[in-house]
């Protein structure tokens, strides 16, 4: 397994249109995370997911945000109607079932909105 | 949240050891002391976790005060490979968040 993958590393798009990232967690981890960051802070916390259900959702995500995980394998977010305040680098986690396990995460998927 | 406090940022050369502070004074019983560190262009990676006793692994040691109010991450050897961000996390054994600070911006001069 070689570890997180998110896809596409870069999006450049038009303010207003829809974008939608992908990730695909390591195989055995269950639990999967979306995080946010913006130029020169940490990453903030967006959404998580224990298999395919959706047991948190940050109050950062807006209704423009919508994020799934079919069938407990890779996640999709989408962004509907882009801001040039989404602009950031969106990144996803994954960790193992239970336990005080290290996350894994992706290279993420740096956004532009112009 | 519980908080941690690190220094914005610290210079270290080559092949000398990194000793990076964090301060958490308001750290409960059931806190994990987790740090993360950060490449430029890349997604955070995990270094080392502990609770009360001092971990070391192949990448760092962790030594954490006997009050736990205060943690060091420890590079035994920098490299260029090592200047990162490195952010110190509390997270309770019960939590699945991380909640990352500003951390501390570490360079290694050559």
């Known amino acids: 397994d070689t570890g997180v993958s998110q896809d596409p590393r870069h999006k450049i798009t038009k303010r207003g249109q829809n974008v939608t990232f992908r990730c695909d967690p390591i195989s055995e981890h269950n639990r999967l995370y979306w995080y946010r960051q913006t130029l020169g802070q940490g990453p903030e916390f967006l959404t998580y997911?224990?298999?395919?259900?959706?047991?948190?959702k940050s109050r950062l995500l807006s209704d423009r945000f919508s994020a799934e995980r079919p069938k407990g394998s890779f996640s999709t977010l989408e962004i509907q109607r882009t801001e040039q305040g989404d602009s950031a680098m969106y990144l996803c986690?994954?960790?193992?079932?239970?336990?005080?396990?290290?996350?894994?995460f992706g290279s993420g998927t740096r956004l532009t909105v112009v | 949240d519980a908080k941690t406090t690190q220094p914005n940022s610290m210079e270290s050369n080559e092949e000398e050891p990194v000793h990076l502070p964090c301060n958490h004074s308001?750290?409960?019983?059931?806190?994990?002391i987790h740090w993360y560190r950060q490449l430029p262009s890349q997604g955070p990676e995990y270094v080392i976790h502990g609770l009360t006793s001092n971990v070391n692994n192949r990448m760092a040691s962790l030594a954490i005060a006997e009050d736990r109010k205060s943690s060091t991450l420890i590079l035994h050897r920098a490299t260029l490979r090592d200047a990162a961000v490195y952010y110190c996390?509390?997270?309770?054994?019960?939590?699945?968040?991380?909640?990352f600070g500003a951390g501390t911006t570490v360079t290694v001069r050559a």
């Open positions: 308001t750290i409960s019983g059931t806190d994990y």
């Open positions: 986690a994954s960790s193992p079932r239970a336990g005080n396990y290290g996350y894994t």
């Open positions: 997911f224990q298999n395919e259900a959706q047991l948190e």
């Open positions: 996390i509390l997270r309770d054994v019960d939590d699945y968040k991380l909640s």
